[in-house]
């Protein structure tokens, strides 16, 4: 079967750095997502990774192994704006989005 | 438009009754998708529309719930008969193609007492 595994829940510090990994099997692969979800808002994009490699997007940043169905979320100086959800979905074969249940990310002061 | 539109925002309504949710996609996007969130819960996907081909109908999580997309743009999402486990948020994206990113829009936040 299909399966997307992430943490659920995450405590860090404001300023300091968190990572959220996700770990997946699924049916084919075109690409890793991660999305960032406010409580009671939609979901919104930050970043696709396609090749194995680091993507940096300012304090973002996105990484990927294919071999080891493996990805993470990097998010350096953290900001109370940063308290949210973040939900991990790969593309099957069937360019469908595989989601995972989401990591809630506190920050701290 | 600039982005998904979806409406209403919030819908209560009375076990047993029907609803219908409105999805307005990204103007040229030709793939739209819905979904449906529970409180606290990931995405659940529900049906896709990609062009004129047939739906991708595999997510519907009962004969209740039926969608359709008109002209190839605004889809309506029913849900026949609603129950209380219907409760939820249901959430409509949509993409220019089926292998790029999906935009979403604020969702409809249903409560059936």
């Known amino acids: 079967g299909q399966n997307i595994d992430q943490p659920t829940e995450m405590t860090a510090t404001e300023g300091a750095i968190v990572q959220i990994n996700c770990t997946y099997q699924?049916?084919?692969?075109?690409?890793l997502f991660w999305y960032q979800q406010h409580a009671g808002e939609a979901p919104t994009f930050l970043s696709y990774n396609v090749l194995d490699g680091l993507e940096e997007k300012g304090r973002f940043s996105s990484f990927l192994s294919r071999s080891k169905g493996y990805s993470y979320l990097l998010l350096k100086e953290l900001q109370m704006k940063d308290s949210a959800s973040y939900l991990c979905a790969v593309m099957d074969s069937n360019y469908q989005l595989i989601w995972g249940a989401g990591t809630k990310l506190i920050i701290k002061p | 438009g600039a982005g998904v539109s979806q409406s209403p925002s919030n819908k209560v309504t009375e076990k047993g009754k029907d609803v219908e949710l409105r999805c307005d996609p990204i103007s040229g996007h030709t793939a739209l998708y819905w979904y449906r969130q529970s409180l606290g819960q990931g995405l659940e996907f529900l049906i896709y529309?990609?062009?004129?081909?047939?739906?991708?109908k595999s997510g519907l999580p009962s004969d209740r719930f039926s969608a359709e997309r008109t002209g190839g743009s605004v889809s309506t999402l029913t849900i026949q008969r609603t129950q209380q486990e219907d409760s939820a948020v249901y959430l409509c994206a949509s993409t220019p193609e089926p292998s790029e990113t999906q935009y979403f829009g604020p969702g409809t936040r249903l409560l059936v007492l």
């Open positions: 699924t049916s084919g692969f075109n690409g």
């Open positions: 529309f990609q062009g004129n081909s047939a739906p991708d």
